[in-house]
């Protein structure tokens, strides 16, 4: 496949990237590294516009859709949030807990979840905190928010539980002894799947009834990645170096064969849905990039791209124009992506 | 993406027995290397440039008695997070405190394939208050489990206890766990090559196995030569004792010398594992050298017949030690001597539900048979078995076959070749909790090529 080239931007810091974030206008892309520093692109004027020190050792970092907010944790122990209008900070909280993993803003960006141990805290869009969850099991490995924005699940090991927006106990759990590493909820909020430990995916049809929840196995590996297309039809998961494609449309792909796409060599590392569109991005430890295409039975890949090291998140800008790249060892890159043939 | 994994020490000892001391050592020493320390519960211990990390306690699911599905999932998480900085860490060590078995820790480096990628297990590294440990040593599981797992036992705090209680401790350690180095601490003080980089659960690196547990495990605790007539009649009595029956094996030697005597005590082991009769007080014991296990009633002993099968010397081999049953060979009611008798380590004491059992022998396996064999063994008794090692002689192999697990896990593969001057052996050690070892040594036999 012929290498797509159309490099918009390229910044080249040290350290590994956590996440790529694009602000609400798909002017600015926002990263985070793991030594705690955040930078502010103007990708368009290929310049720096702001950067700052968030943590000594960040573990996450997330952009609110709509509003200028970013908010990130540490191995410090804290969580902070900051106005990218005027890079001022809005609030930083000590957690009760080493670490904190996990930050995901509601769909509407009103409200975001920092998992913080085995804890989950909720604060709102001004920094205020509005409570921190009882203890789970475990550690939070992962959160996903109901794509309503009312309510948000909790992975750890045991299962997952949903809390809503203003009660710290949880409204359900959905019990299962494993250990669950990575959690999505369908658009349409008719499923939350869950990686597991033993390379499975669990899902918990919703709203949830006990012993109704199900598995698809068959995995080499961990399931790492669970990516929804916009109307829920697909379901994108890794399965080493290929991605396994499971049709829902509206039930559970139970007895189904998947699609099984193995146009990467390499282990899978990210893959991300349009924001709009029925088109995705894929990529590989090697560096590897592909764009595809999917649509009822079609699948096509269209479009390939290297990096120079492994491929650790990718970010489609708002108008789905624009696909942002960051590596292992600290590339960024904002690609304008491929037309479809 | 193949970068070196990084060794990865596992750290266990019962409360108070020097583990934060240790830690503090290790990570004050001048060794010029990034050390990163996972505990189970946070200590304030964090050194400049080092670091103690927070790790949530997780429970570990049993599926039918194996946690080899359900690996620690928050040591997985923080070790991926650890790997995303830029200042790696040349060496893990993680604490396992409060965990008694610290085998799903030690296994996460072995399913895990994303760990097997990064991280490689060193050690298992256990530390032991030579003063305390005697109040827990019998009753704890969670202090027998931490012994029968180590590749390296510190025998901390030795300034505080005698010499004779020391060597008490180190014979008593040694049976439990033979394959384990052993190293006397005050303070924790210790040479870091000790305990970093040792390689332990390396194959490759470490495919040998202390020979020493094999003089000091034997299944009878007790030998005696006698000088017997063929035309007479003995009657052997017993005691009640300590245990409803006794294992007993007669074995006629030609002469008595070392060679002889070796030679007989080889076979002892093999029959001792074999099957033997069951025979009540009154009836006749053979005298040909197969075993026989004794039933002595509690209240009034017993007492059994001996007509041997030719004039000479024989060795009679006991599970248990004469003394505790009172035991005497008469004829017509004169008590007959042993003309040379030896005591062997009770290796298989009673109150030791943790302890090594080690076999050896000189036949070339049948490598299927053996598979089949180590199968069942550690799916069975996976539980049980805390670690495994063997080092083996494979029939119509050039190459020594090693192996090593962790309850049921096991990796297995050839080694270097056989150099001519060696000789072709099979050790094999297992350190865990109520091993049979008669239904080992059997079950081993039975792989060898010339078993049918």
């Known amino acids: 496949m012929t290498p797509y080239n159309s490099e918009l931007f390229t910044s080249l810091l040290d350290d590994y990237i956590l996440n790529v974030c694009w602000s609400g206008d798909g002017k600015h892309l926002i990263s985070g590294d793991s030594a705690g520093m955040v930078q502010v692109f103007d990708v368009f004027n290929r310049e720096v516009v702001h950067e700052w020190q968030a943590h000594d050792a960040m573990l996450c970092l997330a952009v609110s859709p709509q509003q200028s907010l970013v908010v990130s944790g540490g191995q410090d122990g804290r969580f902070k949030l900051w106005n990218l209008d005027t890079f001022s900070l809005l609030a930083d909280h000590q957690a009760n807990s080493a670490w904190v993993e996990c930050a995901v803003w509601s769909p509407n960006g009103n409200y975001a979840v920092l998992g913080t141990g085995p804890r989950v805290a909720l604060i709102d869009s001004n920094g205020k905190l509005i409570y921190q969850s009882e203890k789970h099991e475990s550690t939070v490995s992962s959160i996903c928010w109901h794509p309503n924005g009312l309510s948000f699940a909790t992975a750890c090991f045991g299962g997952v539980r949903i809390f809503g927006l203003t009660a710290s106990e949880p409204l359900q759990n959905m019990p299962w002894k494993n250990s669950m590493l990575s959690m999505s909820w369908s658009p349409d909020g008719k499923f939350i799947g869950c990686g597991t430990q033993d390379s499975r995916i669990h899902f918990f049809p919703q709203p949830y009834e006990f012993g109704q929840d199900f598995e698809m196995s068959g995995y080499q590996g961990k399931v790492k990645i669970l990516e929804w297309d916009a109307r829920a039809e697909f379901l994108l998961t890794n399965c080493w170096s290929d991605i396994v494609v499971w049709r829902f449309a509206g039930q559970s792909p139970a007895g189904q064969i998947p699609w099984t796409i193995d146009e990467h060599e390499e282990k899978i590392t990210a893959i991300r849905y349009q924001n709009q569109g029925s088109c995705f991005a894929s990529a590989d430890e090697g560096g590897g990039l592909r764009f595809f295409h999917a649509q009822a039975e079609d699948l096509l890949c269209y479009g390939a791209y290297r990096m120079r090291s492994c491929i650790s998140c990718l970010a489609w800008s708002p108008d789905d124009l624009h696909l942002a790249i960051g590596t292992t060892d600290g590339e960024i890159v904002v690609i304008r992506a491929p037309e479809l043939p | 993406m193949t970068t070196q994994p990084i060794p990865v020490t596992v750290l266990t000892g019962y409360l108070g027995s020097g583990k934060t001391t240790l830690l503090n050592r290790i990570l004050r020493e001048n060794h010029g290397q990034r050390i990163a320390v996972i505990e189970n519960e946070f200590g304030e211990i964090g050194i400049d440039n080092e670091l103690v990390i927070e790790a949530d306690e997780e429970i570990f699911e049993m599926n039918n008695g194996c946690i080899c599905c359900t690996v620690r999932g928050d040591l997985i998480r923080i070790l991926g997070q650890l790997m995303k900085r830029r200042d790696k860490f040349d060496h893990i060590i993680i604490e396992t405190t409060g965990m008694a078995n610290p085998a799903p820790v030690a296994q996460t480096f072995w399913v895990d394939d994303d760990m097997k990628e990064m991280f490689s297990l060193d050690a298992i590294i256990t530390i032991v208050d030579a003063k305390h440990v005697w109040q827990h040593i019998d009753d704890s599981d969670e202090c027998k489990e931490q012994i029968g797992f180590a590749d390296v036992i510190l025998l901390n705090k030795t300034d505080l206890v005698t010499e004779n209680e020391l060597d008490q401790l180190s014979k008593r350690i040694q049976r439990m766990n033979s394959q384990a180095q052993v190293h006397q601490t005050e303070n924790a003080a210790i040479g870091m090559d000790k305990i970093l980089n040792i390689r332990a659960f390396d194959l490759a690196a470490k495919a040998e196995i202390n020979p020493a547990f094999l003089t000091e495990e034997l299944p009878f605790e007790w030998m005696g030569v006698y000088y017997l007539y063929n035309d007479d009649e003995y009657t052997v009595t017993f005691d009640a004792g300590p245990d409803p029956s006794m294992d007993t094996l007669f074995i006629p030697l030609d002469k008595l010398d070392e060679e002889q005597l070796s030679k007989a005590k080889k076979k002892a082991v093999k029959q001792f594992s074999e099957a033997y009769k069951v025979l009540k007080s009154g009836k006749f014991i053979p005298s040909t050298g197969a075993l026989s296990r004794l039933l002595i009633d509690e209240k009034k002993g017993a007492s059994f017949r001996l007509h041997p099968h030719k004039t000479g010397l024989y060795a009679l081999y006991t599970q248990h030690g004469p003394d505790e049953f009172n035991l005497t060979i008469q004829q017509n ?110 079950g081993f036999n039975a792989c060898l090529a010339s078993s049918r």
């Not at chain 2, 008590?335 to 030791?352: K, L, T």
């Not at chain 2, 539900?353 to 396996?365: D, F, M, Q, R, Y």
């Not at chain 2, 089949?372 to 550690?378: A, Y």
């Open chain 2, 333 to 442: 009611n004169i008590p007959v001597q042993a003309i040379q008798s030896e005591e062997y380590a009770h290796g298989h004491e009673h109150d030791e539900t943790v302890e090594s059992v080690g076999i050896e022998s000189t036949g070339a396996l049948n490598l299927q048979k053996l598979n089949q064999w180590i199968g069942w063994l550690l799916s069975e008794r996976g539980t049980d078995i805390f670690r495994s090692k063997g080092v083996l002689n494979i029939a119509d192999r050039d190459e020594r076959f090693v192996f090593q697990g962790v309850h049921m896990l096991f990796e297995a593969k050839s080694d270097r070749n056989w150099k001519p001057s060696e000789k072709r052996m099979n050790q094999l050690i297992f350190i865990g909790r109520n091993l049979d070892r008669q239904e080992l040594t059997k």
